[in-house]
């Protein structure tokens, strides 16, 4: 069974840079085809991809958000973390981490099979 | 950038038919995947790679791509279809893109 879940700061002031953790079970980063991103939703709008890194350590990042993101891994290989400098009150979003997989050859393509719950990050002085 | 193009939203009957549309340059030659989102709820995976379902999804989400727009077609429509709904592509400039949302709205 494929769970992940976020962690991290419920609050941040502008200015700072936010540290957020994905923490998943029921696959390996090391699969053949395996992703895990970062996906974003302010509250009532849209979703918005931020990042993701594959298990060949492809790392790829939204082109408007590409300077203030690094995705990484943990040395367990059970954790993905995300962080973003300069965090403003626009960076206010629900954060979800996310799963991919394809088998075909084609990861970059796939769909976001499995999703953690999200987080609600608030910045604010 | 690569932008794909949703209604905001869509009103359907019980049992009648949704279509929920989504644009984007010749996006008939991407693989498109389809989310449902609850309120206060992560999106769940409808419909992948154009026209697949996941296990567990009913019969009645289906998918289909041409052109220069997708459809999500939910037949026979119940009051718990009711959600938000996102359609995602991957661009070789833009990387991963969601579409705006379509809110479908069971009358």
């Known amino acids: 069974q494929i769970t992940l879940k976020e962690s991290g700061p419920t609050l941040v002031k502008p200015t700072q840079t936010l540290t957020l953790t994905c923490t998943f079970s029921g696959f390996s980063l090391s699969t053949s085809g395996v992703g895990v991103g970062w996906i974003r939703q302010p509250p009532g709008k849209a979703l918005e991809w931020l990042a993701v890194?594959?298990?060949?350590?492809?790392?790829r990042y939204s082109p408007s958000l590409k300077s203030r993101l690094t995705i990484t891994t943990d040395t367990s290989e059970t954790q993905v973390v995300l962080t973003m400098t300069k965090m403003d009150p626009v960076d206010t979003a629900t954060y979800f981490c996310?799963?991919?997989?394809?088998?075909?050859?084609?990861?970059?393509?796939?769909?976001?099979?499995?999703w953690g719950q999200g987080t609600l990050v608030t910045v604010s002085s | 950038s690569y932008v794909l193009t949703q209604p905001p939203s869509v009103s359907v009957a019980p049992g009648q038919t949704a279509r929920i549309t989504c644009g984007g340059d010749?996006?008939?030659?991407?693989?498109v995947h389809w989310y449902q989102q609850k309120p206060g709820q992560a999106p769940v995976l409808v419909v992948y790679?154009?026209?697949d379902r996941p296990s567990g999804i009913p019969e009645r989400f289906s998918g289909s791509n041409s052109g220069n727009t997708a459809t999500l077609t939910i037949s026979r429509v119940e009051a718990g279809d009711e959600a938000d709904y996102y359609c995602q592509v991957w661009d070789s400039n833009s990387d991963q893109v969601f579409g705006g949302g379509t809110k479908l709205t069971v009358l």
């Open positions: 890194i594959y298990w060949n350590g492809d790392e």
């Open positions: 996310a799963h991919s997989y394809d088998n075909s050859g084609y990861y970059l393509t796939a769909s976001w099979g499995y």
């Open positions: 010749n996006i008939g030659s991407k693989s």
């Open positions: 790679d154009d026209s």
